[in-house]
């Protein structure tokens, strides 16, 4: 694991779409898994920044969410599926039809789980899976005592998850009470895992997921048995890091980043 801190959280999320641009030129053919949250928002702006500014090409590459809530429709504005267009998809010129989610209004919500993990194994693999972290320390929605090697299923949203959702909502009992959402397992298979985290209410659980040991009760504690995953934090996330100045000097002495400091 790799820990980068920026100085705050504008350059934490214009690094990790730096890092995702730089992907996609390097492999037009990315398969490119997605998060959301509003940590996120600010790495799809970015994104649509460099689409119209730079030429950014998303024609090419393939994208697969997280996860998706039970029960609501695609079209519905709190639906994932909605979040992805409006902060990225209706912006840049990726082929809709190369976009996937987990649906969660299917029949047979078991099938559909099993009909994801085919899916992206039918289109090689994920190559990066741009990661949040939730308060109690959920990558997708993977809450507490989440298999490490899980794969894509449903699972039943913590209260914690719940408040933290709620204010999209309006009104927590509005908040789907389940979600499909890639195992912990299907996340670790992928080549590359990049986590970004930003702001103060963020320090306890990245300190946790970082530095503490693998627990089931945190699944981002996972990515620890990931031999490629980079942790993009802003000072405030990172306040309560323990090695918080070797991970910097890392950052400014290793080669890799240069292009990056
Ligand atoms: P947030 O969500 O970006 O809204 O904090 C992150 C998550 O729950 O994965």
Known sequence: ????????????????????????RENPFLVLGLATGGTME????????MHKEEGLDF??????????????????????????QRHLFSHVNI???MTHLPNGMAADLDRECDEYEKLIKRFGGVDLQLLGIGRDGHIGFNEPLSALL?????????????????????????VPRRAITMGVGTILDARRCL????????????AKAVEGPVTAMISATALQLHPKCTVVVDEAAASKLQGHEYYRWIFQTEPEW???R
């Open 1 to 24: 694991m790799e820990v980068i801190i920026q100085q705050d959280a504008e350059a934490a999320s214009l690094l990790v779409a730096k890092l995702i641009a730089k992907a996609l």
């Open 42 to 49: 600010a790495v799809y702006a970015h994104l649509v920044r």
């Open 59 to 84: 024609s090419l590459c393939r994208t697969f969410n997280l996860d998706e809530y039970v029960g609501l429709p695609p079209d519905d504005p709190n639906s994932y599926r909605q979040y992805m």
């Open 95 to 97: 082929n809709p039809r």
């Open 150 to 174: 899980s794969r894509t299923r449903v699972k039943a949203l913590t209260p914690t998850t719940v408040a933290q959702n709620a204010i999209y909502f309006g009104d927590p009992h509005k």
């Open 195 to 206: 986590l970004l985290a930003t702001g103060a209410h963020k320090a306890e659980i990245v």
């Open 258 to 260: 240069a292009e990056f």
